[in-house]
């Protein structure tokens, strides 16, 4: 929410918005294998042994599956006997890393065919177009399958918030303002009123409806500082509710929260977020300097018409020499 480092499961913000675009996640990956692969076959070429094969994955399933291995045994790292050994074993890791997120098993026969036949310069089982199809197949697959989860999930958790918030209503001691927005004065401050314009320091604590913590100040240790228009709707509303010295629960609607395309890995979509909020102090923001006005250009002064020459004068019988 704040500039105060990163929050779990790399959520900038509890109360930024924030945009998720669909399929991103799968790109991602997508981009990580490539890169990762071509630096491993660029890199390797003159070190490759001869390739050691294992027993084939599972076929892929309906259901994501994880990539299974045999355990071998540990290896210390004074053990390696060559360079070579010790970094390929690297490219190994991060490669198993980038292929994990892809939810998919793993024929580790198929894979390190691929990876040999590059490597020694065999020829390919598979055209670079035929490559090319089965990957964009895969990743579409992919991604259709995470689209419907989450549209699955969001109609679940839509539901059940709106469950949530009807029952919650009734409750002693909850409000609700136009827009859907519930609290409770737990404390009530003494203080001002920040506005919209302001910006101002808070503690907080962020839940889930089944009291799973996302994000909290104090437990960074230190209050957040951040602008009322800054922040989801929900917060800006609360937020010119309360006075300094006020302590709040909030209760914040997915509308006024993250809506459908819910943010990070906690904050699913649809989800009701709820909030124990501290208001310590509306922060005094820096006045800008007023901007120095350009100086105006003085006018040019009219130059002087030229002077008209004058005509030589005709010789008059005074002024004509004597014969």
Same mark, same amino acid.
């Given at each position: 929410?704040?500039?105060?480092?990163?929050?779990?499961?790399?959520?900038? +913000?509890?109360?930024?918005?924030?945009?998720?675009?669909?399929?991103?996640?799968?790109?991602?990956?997508?981009?990580?294998?490539?890169?990762?692969? &071509?630096?491993?076959?660029? +890199?390797?070429?003159?070190?490759?042994?001869? +390739?050691?094969?294992?027993?084939?994955?599972?076929?892929? +399933?309906?259901?994501?599956?994880?990539?299974?291995?045999?355990?071998?045994?540990?290896?210390?790292?004074?053990?390696?006997?060559?360079?070579?050994?010790?970094?390929?074993?690297?490219?190994?890791?991060?490669?198993?890393?980038?292929?994990?997120?892809?939810?998919?098993?793993?024929?580790?026969?198929?894979?390190?065919?691929?990876?040999?036949?590059?490597?020694?310069?065999?020829?390919?089982?598979?055209?670079?177009?035929?490559? &090319?199809?089965?990957?964009?197949?895969?990743?579409?697959?992919?991604?259709?399958?995470?689209?419907?989860?989450?549209?699955?999930?969001?109609?679940?958790?839509?539901?059940?918030?709106?469950?949530?918030?009807?029952?919650?209503?009734?409750?002693?001691?909850?409000?609700?303002?136009?827009?859907?927005?519930?609290?409770?004065?737990?404390?009530?401050?003494?203080?001002?009123?920040? =506005?919209?314009?302001?910006?101002? =320091?808070?503690?907080?604590?962020?839940?889930?409806?089944?009291?799973?913590?996302?994000?909290?100040?104090?437990?960074?240790?230190?209050?957040?500082?951040?602008?009322?228009?800054?922040?989801?709707?929900?917060?800006?509303?609360?937020?010119?509710?309360?006075?300094?010295?006020?302590?709040?629960?909030?209760?914040?609607?997915?509308?006024?929260?993250?809506?459908?395309?819910?943010?990070?890995?906690?904050?699913?979509?649809?989800?009701?977020?709820?909030?124990?909020?501290?208001?310590?102090?509306?922060?005094?923001?820096?006045?800008?300097?007023?901007?120095?006005?350009?100086?105006?250009?003085?006018?040019?002064?009219?130059?002087?018409?030229?002077?008209?020459?004058?005509?030589?004068?005709?010789?008059?019988?005074?002024?004509?020499?004597?014969?």
């Amino acid at each position: 929410m704040m500039s105060h480092g990163p929050m779990p499961n790399g959520l900038l +913000s509890s109360v930024r918005k924030v945009v998720i675009k669909k399929g991103k996640e799968m790109k991602r990956l997508a981009l990580v294998l490539m890169a990762v692969c &071509g630096l491993c076959l660029s +890199s390797c070429k003159a070190m490759c042994a001869e +390739s050691e094969t294992s027993e084939p994955g599972k076929a892929a +399933s309906e259901t994501p599956a994880k990539i299974e291995t045999k355990p071998g045994p540990e290896k210390p790292a004074e053990e390696w006997k060559t360079p070579a050994a010790k970094l390929s074993y690297a490219f190994g890791m991060e490669i198993g890393s980038a292929l994990k997120g892809l939810e998919t098993d793993v024929d580790f026969a198929s894979f390190s065919k691929g990876v040999e036949d590059v490597l020694k310069g065999n020829k390919a089982l598979l055209t670079a177009e035929e490559s &090319g199809t089965v990957k964009s197949e895969f990743f579409a697959k992919l991604q259709e399958e995470r689209l419907r989860k989450m549209q699955e999930l969001a109609e679940k958790n839509k539901k059940a918030n709106e469950e949530f918030l009807a029952a919650n209503k009734k409750k002693e001691g909850v409000k609700a303002t136009a827009s859907g927005l519930q609290y409770i004065v737990v404390k009530e401050g003494s203080g001002a009123n920040p =506005k919209l314009t302001d910006a101002v =320091k808070v503690h907080y604590t962020g839940t889930l409806v089944d009291n799973k913590e996302f994000d909290s100040s104090l437990k960074r240790g230190e209050p957040a500082v951040f602008p009322v228009e800054g922040v989801i709707p929900g917060w800006s509303e609360a937020l010119q509710l309360m006075k300094v010295g006020g302590k709040y629960r909030i209760f914040i609607p997915s509308d006024l929260a993250y809506g459908e395309q819910g943010a990070g890995e906690m904050i699913g979509p649809n989800a009701v977020l709820i909030f124990e909020v501290e208001l310590l102090g509306i922060e005094e923001q820096e006045a800008e300097p007023p901007k120095e006005e350009p100086p105006s250009p003085k006018p040019d002064k009219p130059e002087a018409p030229p002077k008209e020459e004058e005509a030589p004068k005709a010789d008059t019988p005074e002024t004509s020499p004597k014969k």
